[in-house]
């Protein structure tokens, strides 16, 4: 009877015959779509990095409208550039560690990224604002060189906030409870600090989950794929 429950151990040979799942890279890249799809955007987002810097110069050459702000009215005035950064750079390297060996997720999140930026300069161009009376200039040690603002800062970039989106935007392609509630916090995090700066309104950082929230809907339906095309390595 011992010897007929005793568990029978699989020799290499039946090992070796089970099917093995490729790679999630080399399963992502054998399928055409993915390829296409990825050259696209980065093809599009090399684009509109041509175009953003002058835009956002257009922005700041602008006049806008100042906005009441009772609940901004509340808060403290600080210079917090060097946590806000922290944070936001931080969650960003965080999260490209954690896109990398998962090409369908990375897929939509690049996807995401450039059709938040698409939003965003749509509100911007829309709504022309002055910031807050009492802004502190925030120093941003990579944007500043894109944009070269040190003789002319860019501040009239309010609605909505991209910090705060940006930020919402990796909480939501992330997968894992953990992650995603800590990249959650963050984001909070960020969107106070940016108030305390008073480089923007309370609305631009309430409205700037929506606008996440529809950009990541929208690459979605761009790299909607076949459950069976899906990631597969552990969250």
Known sequence: MATLLKPVNSSPADSASLPTRPAPWA????????????????LLMAALLSVVPGFFHFIQARPGHRLADPLLALLPVHDVSV???????????????????????LLRALWAYLFLQLLRMGTLWLLPLDP???LVLLRDPVMDRIFEVTTQPI???????????????????????KLRRALLLMTVAVGMLVLIQRVHYSYDVLAAPLFAWLAYWLAGRVTKQQPAAQDSIPL
Do not use: E, K, Q
């Open 27 to 42: 399963a992502a890249w054998a399928r055409p779509g993915y390829r296409l799809r990825l050259a696209l955007v980065l």
């Open 83 to 105: 946590p806000t950064f922290a944070l936001i750079y931080g969650a960003v390297a965080g999260t490209l560690v954690y896109l990398l060996p998962r090409p369908n997720l």
């Open 132 to 134: 807050p009376a009492a």
């Open 155 to 177: 501040v009239r970039d309010l609605f909505f906030s991209g910090h705060t989106a940006t930020m919402t935007l990796l909480a939501l392609v992330v997968r894992g409870r």
